[in-house]
Structures are given as structure tokens and as C-alpha cells.
């Protein structure tokens, strides 16, 4: 099966469980960041991807030039360890890890949580690929990902019992949209994946064609 499938499935099953009043919220936060247009204002096809450094799972600052020399890359954005439709995506990109180094690319995640919080995402699914702590998501800011969370939707993470502020050391209540980046040699993006809806992510199928096509 597929990612967009097993995603469709959580979704499925996690509406099935939430209220309609909340599920109503919900959707309203995510037709809103539609109706701005909120995924055409970052970086397209063809578009130079920009530097960065940032932590690794032990806290030591890495550059993600180190990763894209000579290589293609992959960069994955996921909004935490607390996500469940962050975490089947985490395990699909594992599980097609073998076949991205097949077609001459490195994987990253980035995420706006801590090294620790990171940590504990990598060691849970099992990672084998560098997952790296974007603080106060001012990387994702640089590329245009990040939203602010409506009042509405604070409430409605507090009653779920998630604490944003904890797993991300900062009152910022901002998060990136779901985005997947594949970067060519050159430093120029050559397959982008960005959406307003937090329970859509880039098919890993989407992904090797887009390495396949620039060999």
C-alpha cells in the first residue's frame, strides 16, 4: 500500500473518533490557509534551495551543504513527533531509504522540535536518516512554510493533551506546513510538495519518480 493510502485509512479512522463540532474546527483552520493560497508562496520548481544550519538528534549543528554535495537530497518538513500522520510519514521515508540512495540522494527531516523531542521521533520509527531540530522554525520562516496556530485550534491540541510550547521549547504556537523538498546537485529544487492539509504528505512514489526523471 501506498503512504497517500495508508494516510487516507488514519484520517478515515481518526474522524470516526473525533467529534463533529471539533472536526469542524479543524477543517476550518486548514480551508483558511487554503483560501490565503498559503502553499503557492514558497519555493517552486527551479527555485535555488536556500542554506542552513541546524541541530542533529545530539545537538551538534550541521550544514545541509554537507548533504547535498554532490548528491541529491531530499528534505522532508514534518511538524513533530506528536503528529501520527508526521510519524507514517517518518516510516514510509525509512522504508524507502534503500531505494533513495539507489538514485543518488541523502534524506533529512526537519522538524521545529528539540534535539531531545527529535531524538525520541528518530528512536521510535526506527531512523536511520538524520532528522534535524529547526528552532523557532526559523528555517522553515526562510522558505515561507510557517503558520500560526488559530485560538481554536490551541484549545482543541490542549483537550488532545498536546503541548506545542514543551515539544518545542517556545510560545510561538507556529508550525511548518507538511513539505517535501528534492534538491538537485546544483542546489535547485526539482520536485516540491506543499499543502495547507496536516494529513497530506509527499507519496514516496512521487518522490523516486522525481529522482528517476533528473539521473
Request: proline share 4%.
Amino acid at each position: 500500500m501506498s503512504l497517500t493510502t495508508d494516510l487516507k485509512t488514519l484520517n478515515d479512522k481518526n474522524r470516526e473518533q473525533i467529534p463533529n463540532e471539533v472536526l469542524e474546527v479543524m477543517d476550518k483552520a486548514t480551508s483558511d490557509l487554503k483560501k490565503d493560497h498559503f502553499a503557492d508562496k514558497t519555493l517552486k520548481v527551479g527555485d535555488s534551495f536556500p542554506d542552513a544550519t541546524l541541530l542533529n538528534i545530539k545537538g551538534k549543528e550541521v550544514n545541509l551543504k554537507d548533504f547535498n554535495n554532490g548528491k541529491k537530497l531530499i528534505v522532508s518538513f514534518y511538524r513533530g513527533g506528536w503528529c501520527p500522520y508526521c510519524n507514517l510519514e517518518l516510516k514510509a521515508l525509512q522504508n524507502s531509504i534503500t531505494e533513495f540512495k539507489a538514485n543518488g540522494a541523502e534524506l533529512i527531516a526537519i522538524t521545529p522540535e528539540t534535539p531531545d523531542n527529535s531524538l525520541s521521533t528518530s528512536e521510535k520509527n526506527n531512523l536511520s536518516f538524520e532528522v534535524l531540530s529547526d528552532i523557532d522554525n526559523a528555517f522553515a520562516k526562510k522558505i515561507g512554510l510557517v503558520f500560526q496556530l488559530p485560538e481554536s485550534i490551541k484549545a482543541i491540541y490542549s483537550q488532545f493533551g498536546l503541548d506545542i510550547k514543551k515539544h518545542n521549547n517556545n510560545y510561538d504556537y507556529e508550525l511548518p506546513v507538511p513539505a517535501t523538498f528534492v534538491i538537485n546537485e546544483e542546489g535547485k529544487v526539482i520536485y516540491r510538495f506543499v499543502n495547507e492539509d496536516y494529513t497530506k504528505r509527499a507519496d514516496t512514489e512521487e518522490i523516486l519518480n522525481a529522482l528517476k526523471a533528473n539521473k
